[in-house]
């Protein structure tokens, strides 16, 4: 590849140790990362990160840059707490050099926002979203991508807290500058609109829950396959939901299949959509094949432990109304 190239050209001209060859080696980290080559990546990152501090100093920007996609990458493989000190490390660079009103300073306030809330520091969390959207909404055109990006976050955070109408004015911000900047065909539109589906389900508004998860669906539809079926899965959920079970079955059924495919046989949303499935076969009145299924998922819901709490607790009061024991 081309960075493996440049990479080794440094290398050569400059050694090992040097800014140069640093600098073309976190960038080589940064495409072995999104190649999925996480251990390589990780050994490029966390050495040119090196090299730049030592030869740049504590507050070498470049340092800090390199330290998003290892951010990234450990938030990935080792969860947020892997994440926590690079991130940290990163917002303090940023503030010390480039001040708290500056557009990296405001998205990486937004990432840190990301991982305390997956530590459980929702109001650190919330605080940081606010911040972050307030610096971008000011410093950035309307129509920059990157403003969505906190109120996406903190829709997120608001919807999980039960802050339904707050989460709803922040995915229309993020939906309406994402349309702006992006178009109304891109990935990130399907993702948007999903996650203002989710909340619009919530308040129970279900027509309007519906036609935003179908304009999901008609977005990512033949674009993007994951997209494609976390969106039919969501619109199945609201047409399960609004009782119109047959139609939500039809789609899970293909949600079973298509998530088989895209994902390992025992990754959490596998048996996420195979619990809803089974929610579906119970209301269209197939109850002997919802109980067999049920009965089925509820040891491999069990053996995954915490990283399927949502699901096990589907499928245990789905147990509870069909009389499945254990």
């Known amino acids: 590849s081309l960075g493996e190239r440049a990479y080794a050209e440094h290398r050569q001209l400059f050694g090992d140790e040097s800014v140069q060859t640093a600098r073309s080696e976190w960038t080589l980290g940064w495409v072995l990362a999104n190649q999925g080559d996480f251990a390589p990546a990780r050994e490029r990152l966390e050495h040119a990160i090196a090299v730049l501090d030592r030869e740049e100093g504590p507050q070498s920007l470049t340092a800090a840059d390199a330290r998003e996609p290892l951010m990234e990458l450990l938030f990935g493989a080792e969860g947020p707490r892997g994440a926590l000190p690079v991130v940290e490390r990163r917002l303090a660079t940023y503030r010390a050099v480039l001040g708290e009103r500056d557009v990296r ?23 940081a979203y606010r911040a972050s959207a307030e610096i971008l909404d000011a410093l950035l055109p309307a129509a920059d991508p990157r403003v969505a990006y906190p109120h996406s976050n903190l829709a997120g955070l608001l919807r999980e807290s039960g802050r339904l109408p707050e989460a709803e004015i922040e995915a229309r911000k993020a939906l309406a500058t994402r349309r702006k900047a992006l178009g109304d065909h891109h990935p990130e539109i399907a993702t948007t609109l999903g996650q203002l589906s989710r909340i619009l389900l919530e308040l129970g508004r279900f027509p309007e829950a519906e036609a935003t998860a179908r304009e999901a669906l008609a977005v990512s539809e033949g674009r993007d396959r994951f997209n494609a079926a976390q969106s039919r899965a969501l619109l199945a959920s609201v047409l399960l939901k609004q ?84």
């Open 105 to 127: 300073t405001a998205l990486s306030l937004s990432d840190f926002g990301v991982v305390v809330n997956e530590l459980g520091r929702t109001a650190e969390a919330e605080r």
């Open 243 to 326: 009782g119109k079970a047959a139609g939500a079955l039809a789609l899970f059924e293909q949600c079973v299949v298509e998530h088989r495919a895209l994902l390992p046989p025992d990754h959490v949303l596998n048996y996420s959509i195979q619990v809803n499935r089974a929610r579906a076969l119970e209301a269209v009145g197939r109850t002997a094949e919802a109980s067999a299924e049920v009965r089925r998922l509820l040891p491999l819901l069990r053996a995954k432990g915490v990283e399927a709490t949502g699901p096990l607790e589907g499928a245990q009061q789905l147990a509870e109304r069909l009389g499945v024991a254990g």
